[in-house]
């Protein structure tokens, strides 16, 4: 249900949300709202529960106040996702994964295994679906949480973020497919994104098939070893003979490729990607797109 202005809702002095037709409702509030909201959507999920979610306007020089920029200016984090540790830092810390679906798993499997034995259509089949929902909401919860805390404080303890471009999907079809949608990499980087545009932070993505696990971050080096099983977790770069821990230097690499990507952006020599993910320069064509355009031209020079 959306309540406009018009439908004369309002919040009353006691902290009660009152809506038409349905009257006072005891609010538990997240936050204090910094203006009067001029919506309000009622919202019931699969568990039951009801949130009210209202539209207000913020002001953006009062957000870049709440977490001042020239306190972090010139810190610059470079993040590596994974499964054992959900994110490692270029400095060497590493962010364990809490893996909220693996430890509840056993008592879903119990609520799953109730709720299958359920008569269809009965009374205890509802009993049995709200349960398993509750708990599902929980887990989906913590994991919301979990993302909430540590992009903020990375948000707020760094001028600026570079992390690597992941394809989620496709991983998601292997083996490892439960693991990946546990960690929930894909909520946390829009989390980041949006979190940094409203702070004045900055955000940078790597190429997609930016090599971050094969090549040395030493700035000397920089020599491509090429790809290696997910078993080795330390390597020695034959070049110049630095040992590599796995995570913390692709996220070294990722903090070096994401300072030359701004680099680029600052100067205005921005690069994009093309479908297949490689590196395209503004103001260039892909060999298909030219061959396309001049098989038009040539077309339209016959008709005329």
Known sequence: ?????????????????????????????????????????????????????????????????????????GREVGLDMGLTHFAVLDNGEKVTSPRFLRRAEKKLKKLQREHSRKQKGSKNKEKSRLRL?????????????????????????????????????????????????????????????????????????????????????????????????????????PACGTIHDRDTNAARNTLQEGQRMRAMVAEGRAETENACGAPVRPGTQSRHSAMKQEATESHTSRAA
């Not at 009067?36 to 009801?50: E, F, L, Q, W």
């Not at 690597?164 to 990946?180: D, F, M, P, Q, Y």
């Not at 900055?202 to 290696?228: E, L, M, V, Y």
Request: with cysteine.
């Open 1 to 73: 249900m959306r309540f406009t202005a018009n439908a004369r809702w309002k919040i009353t002095e006691k902290g009660r949300l009152l809506l038409p037709k349905i009257g006072a409702l005891r609010v538990l509030w997240s936050r204090t709202l910094p203006s009067t909201p001029a919506t309000v959507t009622v919202i019931k999920d699969s568990a039951g529960r009801y949130f009210a979610s209202f539209v207000i306007e913020t002001d953006p020089d009062t957000d870049a106040q709440h977490w001042p920029v020239g306190e972090v200016a």
């Open 133 to 237: 929902a509750r708990q599902h909401a929980k887990v989906a919860d913590a994991r919301h949480a979990f993302h909430h805390q540590l992009s903020s404080k990375l948000i707020r303890e760094h001028q600026a973020v570079h992390a690597e471009t992941l394809n989620v999907k496709g991983l998601a079809r292997g083996k490892l497919a439960k693991s990946i949608h546990d960690a929930g990499w894909s909520s946390f980087l829009d989390m980041l994104s949006y979190k940094a545009k409203r702070y004045g932070r900055d955000f940078q993505r790597t190429g997609r098939r930016f090599p971050s696990s094969q090549r040395c971050s030493n700035p000397a080096c920089h020599h491509i070893d090429g790809p290696k099983p997910l078993n080795i977790r330390t390597w020695a770069c």
